[in-house]
């Protein structure tokens, strides 16, 4: 199976950026498609984007469209999550999540079958 971890969190002002990576193992990240989601304390975790295998179709949350960009570097074996325009609500553990081949119905999770360890997001003045 694949192996994915996450790396990029950290403490930033709002209104800042990071760029959180997703590196995988054991599997060609092309193969699958995947999904960033977070989860905030006393929250349900969500669904912030996904890109698809292949044809690198991206999807995004309403909440992050716009500011946030999900994007593939084949060579590396590795998914980024670049963040824009942080707000505090954006303050979570943001996950990285690997699906056979698409993104359907991303935003559930359920049909990620890989998860990373997670990486904490801290936006904060």
């Known amino acids: 199976q694949v192996q994915l971890v996450e790396s990029g969190g950290g403490l930033v002002q709002p209104g800042g950026s990071l760029k959180l990576s997703c590196a995988a193992s054991g599997r060609t990240l092309d193969y699958f498609g995947i999904g960033w989601f977070r989860q905030a304390p006393g929250k349900e975790r969500e669904g912030v984007s996904c890109i698809s295998s292949r044809i690198n179709s991206t999807y995004y949350s309403d909440t992050v469209k716009g500011r946030f960009t999900i994007s593939r570097d084949n060579a590396k074996n590795t998914v980024y999550l670049q963040m824009n325009s942080l707000k505090p609500e954006d303050t979570a553990v943001y996950y990285c999540?690997?699906?056979?081949?698409?993104?359907?119905?991303?935003?559930?999770?359920?049909?990620?079958?890989?998860w990373g360890q997670g990486t904490q997001v801290t936006v904060s003045s």
């Open positions: 999540a690997a699906s056979v081949g698409s993104c359907s119905t991303w935003d559930s999770g359920s049909r990620f079958r890989a």
